[in-house]
């Protein structure tokens, strides 16, 4: 069985500070990884994906995938009160069908 | 580009009635839609995957007769539950699947939330 897990939080962070969010997951044959952003009352909202092994960068989002010890990261610098949100991780192992993971809770104090 | 639409937002309806939901997507086209649910302060929750022009395929404790999905063309998906009850109220969401944005990609629409009272 597929599963993605993530650590609910809340992880507080000051504002400026550098969030890091984790991610591991059971699917050795996982191609596909995203993160998604989905502030209270509101939807998904697809911030990163990444594919390969090793950083890809987008502003002040990275993510980070490694492939053998299954786990895959996000980190926000610069962390904004507006940053504050769940953040879903979530994989694709070759079929169309996302797993996502319950999310972790991201709480940037001013 | 790859944006998502929902229609209608919100919706408010008596027990025992229809509430149809329309996903678009509004610049690409989807060969595959998703219909998820999700209650508050909990997870998404997959219902069911849309082809278009073929049946959906549902997870397993979803009612396909009670959460009829149509997939008529490659830009509309639309979620019909039928004989609503107030245990049905939740956030309902879709997603669109975009390969040109990656393999897996899927952008949600900002999704509805069913009220039946």
Known sequence: ??????????????????????????DRVSQSFFWYRQYSGKSPELIMSIYSNGDKEDGRFTAQLNKASQYVSL???????????????????????????????????? | GAVVSQHPSRVICKSGTSVKIECRSLDFQATTMFWYRQFPKQSLMLMATSNEGSKATYEQGVEK?????????????????????????????????????????????????????
């Open chain 1, 1 to 26: 069985q597929k599963e993605v897990e993530q650590n609910s939080g809340p992880l507080s962070v000051p504002e400026g500070a550098i969030a890091s969010l984790n991610c591991t997951y059971s």
């Open chain 1, 75 to 110: 980190l926000i610098r610069d962390s904004q009160p507006s940053d504050s949100a769940t953040y879903l991780c979530a994989m694709n192992s070759g079929y169309s069908t996302l797993t996502f993971g319950k999310g972790t809770m991201l709480l940037v104090s001013p």
């Open chain 2, 65 to 117: 007769d009670k959460f009829l999905i149509n997939h008529a063309s490659l830009t509309l998906s639309t979620l019909t539950v039928t004989s609503a009850h107030p245990e049905d109220s939740s956030f309902y969401i879709c997603s669109a699947s975009l390969q040109a944005g990656g393999p897996g990609t899927q952008y949600f629409g900002p999704g509805t939330r069913l009220l039946v009272l």
